[in-house]
C-alpha cells in the first residue's frame, strides 16, 4: 500500500513552491515524519516530512520543478509487503516537457468531463490522485485568488504579464496592476528582459552560472515591482543617539539579567517608529484599488539578512509589547533565521519595515518599499561626527536615518514629521516609556 506524499498548504497568498532537494532517493528507508524534500516558496524555505514510515517509492517531481499545495510529490511504500515499487507515470514523467499549448489541447482532447470542465482556478488544488502533478494549469488559468481580485478590481488578467510558471499571473502581479490603475495593467509587457551579452571566451571559461533560488528570484521581482509601483522617494535626518547609548550602557546587564535577552538599539527604534506612525497616519496605510487603508494596528517588520537572502520576519502587535518583549521577538526570530525555521506566520501581515544596514558597515542607503507597505526606515552605523552643541562643537555618535515612503499616499511634509517625531524620541527616550 502507497501513501502519497503532498504538498502542505503554503499559507497566505503563497500559491506555489519549487522543489529545493530531495533527501532521499527511491528505495530509501523512511520513518514517520523525517524530512523528505526542500520546497522554497517566495518567503521562507520549508520541509515536507514522511507521512508515514516504509520506503521512498517513486518520485513525481523534480528538484526545480514548480508545484502546488496540495500536488503529489511521491509516495511512500510498505517496506514489508515486498511490493514492487511503481514505475513512474508516463503523464508524470513529461509533465515538465509539456508546452502551454499542448497541455490546453490535450485538456481539450481529454474525454472526462470533469477534466474539461474544471471550475474556475481551481485545478491543480486538493487533487490528491497519482497524476496531480502532470495537470498543471494552462495559461490564463490562473486560481482563485486572481480570479477573485479580477471580479473585484475589473482589471483583465489577460492584460497583466504573469510571473508565475508558465506565464500564469499571480495575486501580487495582480496586486501590482490594480495599484497601478486599469490603463497601466499591460505596460509590463513594454519592458522586456534584454539578453545577456555574450562573455569573451577567455572570461566566459572563469564564470561560475549557478541558478537563483526561489527565494532570490521572488526578492528581485518584489523589490523591482516596488520601484515600478511606487512613487517612491526618500528623506534623510539624523540622530544624536548618546541618550540612548547612556541608558542601554547603564541598565543591559541588569536588562539581560531579568528578561533572559540582549538590550539591543532595535527595541528603542520599534517603539520610536509606532509613535512616529500614530502620529503619522498615512504611513501604516496602503493603496487597496482606488482606496486607501489606514491600519489601526502595527505589525512591524524587522529585515533580517541570511545566507540566502533578505526575510522580514513580522513583530505583530508591536504597540502592545514592551521594549523587553519587542527585543525577546526580534532575538527568537534572528534565531529561527539563522536556523531556516522561519515560518510562513513569521513572514505575514507587515504594515512597516525597519532595515539596519548599519550592521554590516552602511553609513547611508535609500532602502526599497517593501510591498505594498508604504514606508521603511533604515538604520545606519553610529559614528563619531562633530557637532555644535549650545555654540560648541562637540563629538557625538551620530546615525543617519533615512525613510523611503511611497509619495502617492505620504506627502512630504509627513515624511519629514515622521523622521523627526523619531529623532525626537531617540534623543529623549523617556518619551518612549511615558507615551509622549
Not at 5 to 12: A, D, H, R, S, Y
Not at 48 to 60: F, S
Not at 177 to 191: C, H, N, Q, S, T
Request: hydrophobic share 40%; proline share 6%; no cysteine.
Amino acid at each position: 500500500m502507497a501513501t502519497d506524499i503532498l504538498v502542505p498548504t503554503l499559507g497566505e497568498s503563497v500559491s506555489e513552491a519549487t522543489i529545493g532537494r530531495w533527501f532521499k532517493k527511491p528505495g530509501d528507508s523512511v520513518a514517520a515524519d523525517e524530512p523528505l524534500v526542500e520546497l522554497e516558496t517566495d518567503k521562507v524555505t520549508l520541509e515536507v516530512n514522511a507521512p508515514a514510515a516504509g520506503e521512498l517509492g517513486e518520485i513525481l517531481v523534480k528538484d526545480g520543478e514548480t508545484v502546488e499545495p496540495g500536488a503529489v510529490l511521491g509516495s511512500i511504500v510498505d517496506a514489508t509487503a515486498g511490493a514492487k515499487k511503481p514505475e513512474p507515470k508516463a503523464a508524470a514523467k513529461e509533465a515538465p516537457k509539456q508546452t502551454a499549448e499542448t497541455k490546453a489541447e490535450s485538456r481539450s482532447e481529454s474525454p472526462k468531463p470533469a477534466e474539461a470542465k474544471a471550475p474556475e482556478g481551481g485545478a491543480g488544488y486538493g487533487n490528491h490522485s497519482e497524476a496531480a502533478p502532470a495537470q498543471q494549469r494552462p495559461v490564463g488559468d490562473n486560481g482563485p485568488a486572481v480570479a477573485k481580485l479580477a471580479r473585484e478590481s475589473g482589471v483583465d488578467p489577460s492584460g497583466v504579464n504573469g510571473s508565475g510558471k508558465d506565464g500564469r499571473v499571480t495575486k501580487g502581479d495582480m496586486l501590482g496592476a490594480i495599484a497601478k490603475g486599469p490603463a497601466a495593467a499591460p505596460a509590463k509587457e513594454a519592458r522586456p528582459s534584454l539578453p545577456r551579452a555574450p562573455s569573451a571566451p577567455d572570461d566566459a571559461s572563469r564564470e561560475e552560472r549557478v541558478r537563483m533560488t526561489k527565494l532570490r528570484q521572488t526578492i528581485a521581482r518584489r523589490l523591482k515591482d516596488a520601484q515600478d509601483t511606487a512613487a517612491m522617494l526618500t528623506t534623510f535626518n539624523d540622530v544624536d543617539m548618546s541618550a540612548v547609548m547612556a541608558m542601554r550602557s547603564q541598565y543591559k546587564d541588569i536588562f539581560e539579567k531579568k528578561h533572559g535577552t540582549k538590550l539591543g538599539f532595535m527595541g528603542f527604534f520599534t517603539k520610536a517608529v509606532i509613535g512616529a506612525l500614530k502620529d503619522v497616519p498615512a504611513v501604516n496605510a496602503e493603496i487597496d484599488g482606488q482606496d486607501l487603508v489606514y491600519k489601526n494596528y502595527y505589525h512591524i517588520g524587522i529585515a533580517v539578512g541570511t545566507d540566502k537572502g533578505l526575510v522580514v520576519p513580522v513583530v505583530r502587535d508591536a504597540d502592545d509589547l514592551s521594549i523587553a518583549g519587542i527585543e525577546k521577538k526580534i532575538a527568537g526570530f534572528g534565531k529561527k533565521a539563522r536556523e531556516g525555521k522561519l515560518s510562513i506566520e513569521d513572514m505575514q501581515g507587515g504594515t512597516f519595515t525597519i532595515t539596519n544596514g548599519g550592521i554590516y558597515g552602511s553609513l547611508m542607503s535609500t532602502p526599497i518599499l517593501n510591498a505594498p507597505q508604504s514606508g521603511i526606515l533604515g538604520m545606519h552605523r553610529i559614528e563619531e561626527r562633530p557637532v555644535v552643541r549650545n555654540g560648541k562643537i562637540e563629538a557625538r555618535p551620530m546615525m543617519y536615518l533615512a525613510l523611503s515612503y511611497d509619495h502617492r499616499i505620504v506627502d512630504g511634509k509627513e515624511a519629514v514629521t515622521f523622521l523627526v517625531r523619531v529623532k525626537e524620541a531617540l534623543e529623549d527616550p523617556a518619551r518612549l516609556v511615558l507615551d509622549l
